[in-house]
C-alpha cells in the first residue's frame, strides 16, 4: 500500500527528468483571463476560468516563480452602452459601480493576493490602445471601406451565416442580429493565414487542448476574411477613438485584446515603443511564457486574431492559448437564465463555502470539455469528496494521531511537495491531477480499513504507531498537494497537523436533499 501512494510522486518526477531539462532557466510566468463584461453578474462560466487560472498562477508559485496574474472587465462595446441607457446612467457611472460590485464579486473564488485588475476604460489602456492601432496602420494593415454586416451584440462581433440559426447568433438565440452598413476601418487578417499556420507548425503546444488546435487550424486553412476594427462614433458612441479619426471608434475587441500588454504599462508608458522597450514588458511578456485562459467561444478571437495583431505590430506572440470547455446545464444544454438552468455562484459560495466551489469546478468538471452543472451532481460530490470524503478522513486520522501521540518531526513537516513541475499541471489538466489525488485520499481510507490501527494498538502499539505515523504523513503530503486547488482547506489541515488537533467542528457539514 505504501508503494502504491508514493508512486504518482515517483512516477511524475521520472516523466519529468527530461521535461525539467528542457524547461527554460527563467522563473518567470505570465497568466492571464479574459476579460468579463461588466453588464452583469458572474456565473458559473467565469467561476471556472477564474478559478483554474487561481489555480495554475498558485502552482506556479509554490515552484517559485515570479507570477504576474492578470484579469479585469472589458468595458466599452455596444452591449455596455445599451445597457448603461436601459438603467439610465451616464456610462461612465455604470461602469464604475459595476467595477466595484465585479471586485467584490470574484474575491469568493478566494484568487491569489497577486492579481492585477486592469480595465479598458483606464487611461493606460486608451493610451497603448490607440499606440497599438497607429503602428498596425504604420505597418500597412488597416484600411477604410464600405461594408454590410450582420453583428450579434452578445458577442460583439459580426456572423456569418455557417453561425446564424433561425435569424439568431446560436451562441445567444434570444437576441436579434443587428444590420450594420457604414464606412469602417478594416484590418488585413488574411495577410496573415500563412504565417499563423507556420507559428502554429513551430509552436506544437500552443493551443491546449489539442482538438480545439486542430480546430483553429481547420478555420484558418478554410480561409480567413478581413473584418471590421472601428464603429461610427454617432451610432456607438462608446468606445476608444480611432487615432486620426474622430469620427470614429475602435471595435471593442481590438481594443480590449490590447489589454493582455497594456497591463504591464508603468506611468509614464503611453506608447507601444515605450512598452517594449520598459523592463515589465520585456521581464514578464518577453519571458513569463504569456499564457491566457479563456472559453472555447474565444477561440478564434484568442489564438487567430489576436496573434494576427501582434504579428502586425511587430510583437511577439503568446506562449499558450488554454481553452475551457463550457459549464452546460443539465443534459449538455447551455447554461441561462431565460431557460432556468443557470446557478449563481455566489449561492453556491454563500452555502457551501469557496471550497466546495472550487473543488467542483476542479474535480468534477472535465479540463477542456464541456461539462454539467446541477445542483444534484453538485451536493453528490461535495458529501463524496469532501464531508464523507476528505473531512471524515482528517477526522480519523487526527483522532488515532491525538490518541496515540503520533506527531510528524520538523523535518517531516518541512516537506515540500511541489519542488519540481508537476505534469498534470504543465499540461492544464488539472482535472487529472486532482483526481489522482483523491485517489490516494481514498487508499489512506483502505489503508485504516486494511491495518486497523484501533484495533492493533491494544496489541501492538509500536506498530500501531507506526501505521499512524505513515497516515499523518500521506495526509501532510496531499494536504500540501491540494494547495493550489483548495487553498484555505489545506492551510487547515496542515495547521491541525503541526499543532496535533483534530477539528473543532467537520472541515465539511454533510448536506442532506
Not at 501512494?5 to 527530461?18: D, E, G, R
Not at 485562459?293 to 503568446?318: H, T, V
Not at 518531526?409 to 486532482?434: A, C, H, R, W
Not at 489525488?437 to 486494511?450: H, N, T
Amino acid at each position: 500500500m505504501r508503494k502504491k501512494l508514493i508512486s504518482f510522486v515517483n512516477l511524475n518526477k521520472i516523466m519529468l527528468k527530461f521535461f525539467s531539462k528542457k524547461k527554460a532557466k527563467n522563473n518567470i510566468f505570465y497568466l492571464t483571463t479574459t476579460l468579463p463584461y461588466i453588464n452583469a453578474p458572474l456565473h458559473m462560466g467565469h467561476a471556472l476560468e477564474f478559478i483554474r487560472a487561481d489555480a495554475i498562477a498558485r502552482y506556479k508559485k509554490l515552484l517559485g516563480y515570479d507570477i504576474y496574474f492578470n484579469t479585469g472587465t472589458d468595458e466599452h462595446g455596444l452591449k455596455i452602452y445599451e445597457k448603461a441607457k436601459e438603467q439610465g446612467l451616464p456610462v461612465q457611472d455604470f461602469l464604475d459601480k459595476n467595477f466595484n460590485v465585479f471586485r467584490e464579486q470574484v474575491k469568493i473564488f478566494n484568487l491569489m493576493d497577486e492579481v492585477n485588475f486592469i480595465r479598458t476604460t483606464d487611461d493606460k489602456h486608451l493610451k497603448i490602445a490607440q499606440s497599438f492601432w497607429q503602428r498596425v496602420s504604420d505597418n500597412g494593415y488597416i484600411y477604410k471601406k464600405k461594408y454590410k454586416a450582420k453583428y450579434c451584440v452578445g458577442c460583439e462581433s459580426e456572423k456569418s451565416d455557417s453561425e446564424i440559426e433561425n435569424g439568431h447568433c446560436k451562441d445567444h438565440p434570444d437576441m436579434d442580429l443587428k444590420i450594420i452598413e457604414e464606412e469602417n476601418y478594416f484590418f488585413k487578417y488574411k495577410d496573415f493565414s500563412e504565417r499563423l499556420l507556420d507559428f502554429y507548425d513551430n509552436n506544437p503546444s500552443f493551443v491546449v487542448p489539442d482538438f480545439r488546435f486542430n480546430e483553429i487550424k481547420n478555420f484558418i486553412k478554410n480561409g480567413l476574411q478581413d473584418f471590421s476594427i472601428s464603429r461610427l462614433k454617432e451610432k456607438m458612441p462608446w468606445g476608444i477613438a480611432v487615432p486620426g479619426d474622430d469620427s470614429q471608434v475602435m471595435y471593442v475587441w481590438f481594443d480590449a485584446l490590447v489589454n493582455y500588454i497594456s497591463t504591464l504599462a508603468e506611468d509614464g508608458i503611453d506608447t507601444i515603443d515605450k512598452l517594449e522597450a520598459s523592463q515589465k514588458f520585456k521581464k514578464y511578456w518577453l519571458l513569463g511564457n504569456p499564457t491566457q485562459y479563456c472559453g472555447k467561444d474565444n477561440l478564434r478571437f484568442q489564438s487567430a486574431m489576436w496573434q494576427a495583431m501582434l504579428m502586425a505590430a511587430g510583437l511577439p506572440n503568446s506562449k499558450q492559448i488554454v481553452i475551457n470547455g463550457f459549464v452546460t446545464g443539465e443534459g449538455g444544454v447551455r447554461m441561462s437564465k431565460s431557460l432556468g438552468n443557470s446557478f449563481d455562484p455566489r449561492d453556491i459560495v454563500s452555502d457551501y463555502g469557496t471550497d466546495a466551489l472550487r473543488f467542483f469546478i476542479l474535480k468534477e468538471i472535465s479540463s477542456f470539455e464541456d461539462s454539467p452543472f446541477t445542483i444534484e451532481r453538485f451536493k453528490e460530490a461535495y458529501n463524496s469528496g469532501l464531508a464523507n470524503g476528505l473531512g471524515n478522513l482528517v477526522s480519523r486520522i487526527m483522532t488515532m494521531a491525538i490518541n496515540y501521540n503520533v506527531k510528524l518531526s520538523s523535518k517531516d513537516l518541512d516537506y515540500q511537495y511541489f519542488t519540481e513541475p508537476v505534469l498534470d499541471l504543465e499540461n492544464f489538466d488539472i482535472n487529472k491531477f486532482i483526481n489522482k489525488i483523491w485517489g490516494e485520499l481514498r487508499g489512506l481510507d483502505e489503508y485504516i480499513g486494511k491495518t486497523e490501527p484501533f484495533k492493533k494498538y491494544k496489541i501492538n502499539p509500536k506498530e500501531a504507531e507506526k501505521d499512524v505515523y505513515y497516515l499523518l504523513f500521506n495526509l501532510y503530503k496531499n494536504a500540501k498537494a491540494i494547495e493550489p486547488l483548495l487553498p484555505e482547506t489545506s492551510i487547515k489541515i496542515q495547521k491541525l497537523i503541526k499543532e496535533n488537533k483534530k477539528p473543532e467542528n467537520p472541515l465539511f457539514l454533510r448536506v442532506y436533499a
